[in-house]
């Protein structure tokens, strides 16, 4: 008779280590990591792009929405570009200070005098430690800058939220998610709140941004960013309709990569793939190379010289028996 067995898994944090234990004969406990609970089943990767440029990696399932794809896509792509703004700002607000107000911004010291215009926020809004006075050349900072000692906490933690989410995770076979670049902002944040204990002036774009009160309006920036509800998905040059699933497209096996492009509605379809990819193309023409120069090698030699060499002689082993080798005339 067979003998039945119950099994109990219970969730366990990630350090746990995978492992069966046998209370009885007929029990068997088995603890797996929290986040382990699901990594049999979220298996579907997308390498998503915008145009031919890698974005990220994101992991989901074959059973999800369209809908719900898109706008988790379209959020992380959006994410992405927010820190990235962010990311080229802090070093200006590190060499001249916070964002002078709109009316002041682009005006020589001698146009401010004259119209007799004054920053309301420059008082409150100073560095933690010793000023130090930059000018900016641009017009559209203060120019009391925090200490070099300080800005070292801005530009190193500029670096870690520009790991957090750079295009570099591709190759390294990393997924993306929203908490990933929550936490980049998270950073970000808090990097500023140490400099400026008191906050930025509202006026200015890192705060705006933290706000997601920004005006991209007429910038270069705009044209990249993708609002969830025009954003669209397309993968072998079908648009992936936000009524269906993604296993109506790539089937029910969880174990799938595939490309999908990112795109605003009304851009038409983007451009397919290459059907061999750029490094799979440098590998072809160093073997394309290498060939070409064999056979110009063996162009070179296609020639009778080779019938001088002993080798070829076919007369070499009738002399060797016959002791008519190494013959020398002359006095040795």
Known sequence: MLCSRSYVTL???????????????????????AQDKFSRWEMVQLHVKRGDESQFLFSTTVDVSVETLTQQVSAIYNGR??????????????DHGVSLPPNMQGLTDDQIMELKLKDEWEDC?????????????????SGH????????????????????????QVEANVCVTMDLVKEALDQLRGAVMIVYPMGLPPHDPIRMEFEN????????????????????????SKELQRGKKLQNYVGKNEKTKIIVKIQRRGQGAPAREPLVSEEEQKKMMLNYYKKQEELKKLEEADNDSYLQSDWSDRQALKRQFQGLTNIKWGPR
């Not at 366990?12 to 990591?33: D, E, H, K, Q």
């Not at 070099?148 to 790991?163: G, H, M, N, S």
């Not at 009160?213 to 072998?236: K, N, Y």
């Open 11 to 33: 969730e366990y944090s990630r350090s746990a280590v995978l492992g069966v234990m046998a209370t009885n004969a007929n029990t068997v406990i088995c603890f797996i990591p």
């Open 81 to 94: 570009l927010k820190v990235d703004r962010i990311c080229s700002e802090i070093p200006e607000l590190a």
């Open 125 to 141: 809004c100073v560095p933690s430690g010793l000023a130090e006075f930059k000018k900016d050349e641009l017009g559209r900072r």
């Open 145 to 168: 800058a925090p200490n070099q000692k300080i800005k070292e906490v801005l530009r190193k933690t500029v670096e870690e939220a520009k790991a957090l989410i750079s295009k570099k």
């Open 213 to 236: 009160q920004e005006d991209l309006t007429g910038t270069q920036a705009s044209l990249l960013v993708i609002p969830e509800e025009e954003a669209q998905l397309w993968w072998a």
